[in-house]
């Protein structure tokens, strides 16, 4: 069975301030990570995968395979970035093909006050 | 606009009623999700196509419910005899068969009354 965890339900922090968007996962195979985010009246978007190594947006995330952690972080917050984020776990088989089907955490509301 | 459709947007219907959602997907993916979101939830995964074959159903499908991709472009889902408990977000999402990301569309939401 395949598990996310998002602690929080709600972050608020101030505009310049660090955040950290905790996520943990359960898989007992070779998972792929996700961060998805949801601005106020648009559709569910991707932010970035663990195999990218990418920053976006200024967020970046690095999985940790010993604490099964994906946890989202950004130095400097900004108010745009106000939004709901999810993060979303897909399996993968021996030859790195995803299963398909994500396994989402329940979300966690951000908001930053200017 | 080239990402993915769904239709419609809104659906009000009264218990034990059908109704259908169509999803488009991006015209190059041969893959097609759906989910369902409930309020404070995150989704949660219904069934998936690889072109038109249906390769997996979660438990959360019950016999009410019923998927299909005739043609591996657009799909719809049809639930029968509708519950209170049907009222969700039900979303749609595609990706290339050997990509990961998946992109979702705007959503269909339902109110069983």
Redesign the interface.
């Known amino acids: 069975a395949q598990r996310?965890t998002q602690p929080e339900?709600l972050l608020s922090v101030f505009k310049g301030a660090p955040v950290e968007l905790k996520c943990n996962y359960s898989y007992s195979g070779s998972p792929?990570l996700?961060w998805?985010v949801q601005y106020s009246r648009q559709?569910?978007?991707?932010l970035l995968?663990h195999?990218s190594r990418e920053s976006i947006k200024g967020f970046t995330a690095d999985l940790n395979k010993g604490e099964t952690s994906f946890h989202l972080k950004k130095p400097f917050a900004q108010e745009e970035d106000s939004a709901m984020y999810?993060c979303?776990l897909?399996g993968q088989d021996a030859g790195g093909?995803?299963?398909?089907?994500?396994?989402?955490?329940?979300?966690t509301i951000l908001t930053v006050h200017p | 606009d080239t990402g993915v459709s769904q239709d419609p947007r809104h659906k009000i219907t009264k218990r034990g009623q059908n109704v259908t959602f169509r999803c488009d997907p991006i015209s190059e993916h041969n893959r097609l999700y759906w989910y369902r979101q409930t309020l404070g939830q995150g989704p949660e995964f219904l069934t998936y196509f690889q072109n038109e074959a249906q390769l997996e159903k979660s438990r959360l499908l019950s016999d009410r419910f019923s998927a299909e991709r005739p043609k591996g472009s657009f799909s719809t889902l049809e639930i029968q005899r509708t519950e209170q408990g049907d009222s969700a977000m039900y979303l749609c999402a595609s990706s290339p068969t050997r990509g990961r990301a998946q992109y979702f569309g705007p959503g269909t939401r339902l109110l069983v009354l």
């Not at chain 1, 093909?97 to 979300?107: A, I, N, V």
């Open positions: 996310v339900k792929e996700f998805y559709r569910l978007q991707l995968r195999i999810y979303a897909s093909t995803s299963y398909g089907k994500l396994t989402f955490g329940q979300g």
